[in-house]
């Protein structure tokens, strides 16, 4: 990994580097024993345990089924100033192709986007944190469920999260295999786009695929709505405004039967946007463009727009503060402060809604040549190498956001 600079070394980064090889077993442990979304209960127990043992001030449980809230209050708390640092638990319902002896033990689960390296990371924090205690405030630790698709975020936050725990601004990080390990990526504005969920359902008539005049096709439907959908960017959206319509699956028919035209025909994508007006103006076209398609060839066609998590938009002040932590971490050198925004989605998004706050991407990349497997990938494991980064990233921001000094960097 890239060296620190002279400072973080013997501050926040070298106390952390003393328990580098728990946390890596933590990580580990974690990553051989998967758990979907609000499912996460032996995750959460391991977490609490580690809590406990940190000497946190206060460890709040069954938040959102799954969620663990750990609270620390620093050495002086009469800022009456508060953070929240949060990191995300659940895995994925995939099967994972590696062979190191911390695999996934159980068939067709793995932690194949890193959540196992974050919720490592915010422990160490905690750790620290709750052995210095060199802020004037409360920190509160954030561990949530149900990040994939399952909207954990949203539902910590229906639970009451911010009102048992009013933060005033809160932080997430992910990994991210494609930046160098060493490096940290934070913009103000789009970090990760809107993800919506559609569903097209064409109904023609069926019949037998030699006498196409009796029938009905809704694959020839099908195949029209397709052609004219990736229309809606290119020809709808500036040139200025970045968008995605994907129909990544389809389903009709039966490929034993080669001669029948099925009767009904699905097709299930995905629209990512950043803007709301973009978003708006996808589904209006998108579903008056399936009725009219399939008007048009005698079918019947409707769609089910599903808007799943919004655009994870950082606040100027907080992406900035964010970027000055980081370089007083690893040198103005190795963070970008306009780290280009991924069409992929989160749900941290819904805290962003509700408070000020950065979402960063911190570099897992062992170089330039050898990234690794990128996230979702059968082969992908999380870069234990950057551990002690994570950590005193997630740390540093409360020190730093809830400054003992009078002329602390704030929050």
């Not at 998967?34 to 609490?48: D, M, N, Q, S, Y």
């Not at 040139?239 to 994907?246: I, L, Q, R």
């Amino acid at each position: 990994m890239r060296a620190l600079s002279h400072g973080a070394v013997n501050g926040v980064f070298g106390h952390i580097a003393r328990f580098h090889p728990e946390l890596t077993a933590f990580r580990r442990d974690l990553h051989a024993h998967p758990e979907l979304g609000f499912e996460e209960v032996r995750t959460a127990a391991r977490v609490v345990e580690a809590l406990k043992l940190t000497r946190v001030d206060e460890v709040h449980t069954g938040i959102a089924k799954t969620g663990v809230v750990g609270v620390i209050h620093g050495r002086e708390h009469d800022s009456g100033r508060s953070i929240a640092l949060r990191a995300d638990m659940d895995a994925l319902p995939m099967r994972e192709e590696n062979d190191f002896a911390w695999r996934s033990g159980k068939s067709g689960l793995m932690h194949g986007c890193g959540h196992d390296g974050h919720t490592a990371m915010l422990v160490g924090a905690a750790r620290y944190l709750a052995e210095t205690r060199r802020f004037n405030g409360t920190v509160y630790l954030i561990f949530q469920p149900g990040e994939e698709g399952y909207a954990g975020a949203k539902a910590m936050i229906a639970d009451g999260l911010f009102e048992r725990f009013p933060a005033q601004s809160v932080y997430a990080m992910h990994n991210w295999p494609h930046l160098p390990a060493g490096q940290v990526g934070v913009s103000p504005g789009p970090m990760m786009a809107a993800a919506d969920r559609i569903e097209i359902t064409i109904s023609g008539k069926g019949g037998h695929g030699a006498h196409p005049h009796l029938a009905i096709d809704p694959v020839l439907v099908a195949a029209h709505i397709i052609t004219a959908a990736q229309s809606l960017v290119s020809r709808n959206a500036s040139p200025f405004d970045n968008a995605v319509v994907s129909i990544c699956a389809m389903q009709g028919g039966d490929v034993g039967a080669m001669s029948v035209i099925p009767r009904q025909v699905k097709l299930v994508g995905t629209v990512r946007t950043f803007r709301p007006q973009v978003q708006d103006m996808i589904e209006e076209r998108l579903g008056r463009m399936v009725e009219s398609i399939a008007m048009g060839l005698g079918a019947s066609a409707s769609l089910d727009y599903q808007r799943v998590y919004p655009a994870t938009v950082n606040s100027a002040a907080e992406a900035a503060f964010a970027a000055q932590v980081a370089e007083s971490l690893l040198g103005p050198e190795h963070v970008l402060r306009d780290m280009a925004p991924s069409m992929g989605a989160e749900d941290f998004s819904f805290m962003l809604q509700v408070k000020p706050g950065a979402y960063l991407r911190v570099g897992q990349g062992r170089d330039a040549n050898d990234p690794g497997c990128f996230l979702h990938s059968g082969r992908y494991d999380f870069n234990d190498d950057i551990l002690p980064l994570g950590s005193a990233l997630f740390a540093s921001l409360a020190e730093q956001g809830l400054p003992l000094n009078p002329g602390g960097i704030p929050a």
